[in-house]
T-cell receptor, first 115, second 111 residues
């Protein structure tokens, strides 16, 4: 069966510090991968998605970046955090190339607080 | 721009009753619509998918309708239980594997 991992679970970082969040998927190959942010009172905001190694699409211009160094690894980074980066970060995956299978499977999330 | 509205931020319902949640959208022609459940501090969990050519989909106590003319989906939970208390998200997709999510409706089922 497939599983998705995210770490860390919680993180408190000062403004201006760097960030690295990691997501890995097990039990599937060549998934589409996604990073979302969920801020208080707001919906899920798609930040990045990837259809393959090294292929990243950005949905929202900001001080965050994403990388996919391996097929089932997705990393979210920042060089300098802003207060507005606080939120609940979720990684998700979906099957690629399988017609009709569009549901997304989410990880447990990382709660980021920028102080 | 695309807009998805889940009409109620919060909905309280008595145990045993049917809960009905609404998802409306504008400036969008989705190929499918999905519903997810999210518990506090957890990631969303997929519940149901309904395609544009389907009117209704059922899964156990859950029923989803999709009216592309009204640009609306209704999500029903029959015989609701306190364990159904959670936030429910609707999401629209147009075939590119990307979803656009609503803000969610927080359902509380009162014993």
């Amino acid at each position: 069966s497939q599983t998705i991992h995210q770490w860390p679970a919680t993180l408190v970082q000062p403004v201006g510090s760097p960030l690295s969040l990691e997501c890995t998927v097990e039990g599937t190959s060549n998934p589409n991968l996604y990073w979302y942010r969920q801020a208080a009172g707001r919906g899920l905001q798609l930040l990045f998605y990837s259809v393959g190694i090294g292929q990243i699409s950005s949905e929202v211009p900001q001080n965050l970046s994403a990388s996919r160094p391996q097929d089932r690894q997705f990393i979210l980074s920042s060089k300098k955090l802003l207060l507005s980066d606080s939120g609940f970060y979720l990684c998700a995956w979906t099957y690629a190339g399988l017609a009709g299978a569009y549901e997304q499977y989410f990880g447990p999330g990382t709660r980021l607080t920028v102080t | 721009s695309q807009k998805i509205e889940q009409n109620s931020e919060a909905l309280n319902i008595q145990e045993g009753k049917t809960a009905t949640l609404t998802c409306n959208y504008t400036n969008y022609s989705p190929a499918y619509l999905q519903w997810y459940r999210q518990d506090p501090g957890r990631g969303p969990v997929f519940l149901l998918l309904i395609r544009e050519n389907e009117k209704e989909k059922r899964k156990e106590r859950l029923k989803v309708t999709f009216d592309t003319t009204l640009k609306q989906s209704l999500f029903h939970i029959t015989a609701s239980q306190p364990a159904d208390s959670a936030t429910y998200l609707c999401a629209l997709g147009a075939g590119s594997y990307q979803l656009t999510f609503g803000k969610g409706t927080k359902l509380s089922v009162i014993p």
